[in-house]
């Protein structure tokens, strides 16, 4: 059975840090891309960032380039997001998805990804 099982949402002020964690199984981990999307209240689910198992690639929207990082532990099947200089625009529901590498050439679509975790909430205050 498949399985993401995101963590580390929480309620942080304006500046402020957390990391989010992916732990993925039923599946073979170095074959696919995690991505990380978030949905805040009343709009649509956006891409964020996406790392592929095998070689480390990254991918970041341009609302989270220089702000948040993305990094793999394959050893632990588990996909990390360091997310730094939270605003209050950047409280959503943050979820991982796992899509096959040679499927995931668009990172920031949600079509490309198989699998869905069940989405952690980031809230950060002014």
């Known amino acids: 059975e498949v399985q993401l099982q995101a963590s580390g949402g929480g309620l942080v002020q304006s500046g402020g840090s957390l990391r989010l964690s992916c732990v993925a199984s039923?599946?073979?981990?170095?074959?696919?891309?995690i991505g990380w999307f978030r949905q805040a209240p009343g709009k649509e689910r956006e891409g964020v960032s996406c790392i592929r198992s095998s070689d480390g690639s990254t991918y970041y929207a341009d609302s989270v380039k220089g702000r948040f990082t993305i990094s793999s532990d394959n050893a632990k099947n588990t996909v990390y997001l360091q997310m730094n200089g939270l605003k209050p625009e950047d409280t959503a529901v943050y979820y991982c998805a796992a899509g096959p590498e040679i499927v995931v050439v668009r990172p920031y679509l949600e079509d490309e990804y198989d699998y869905w975790g069940q989405g952690t909430l980031v809230t950060v205050s002014s």
């Open positions: 039923g599946f073979t981990f170095d074959d696919y891309a």
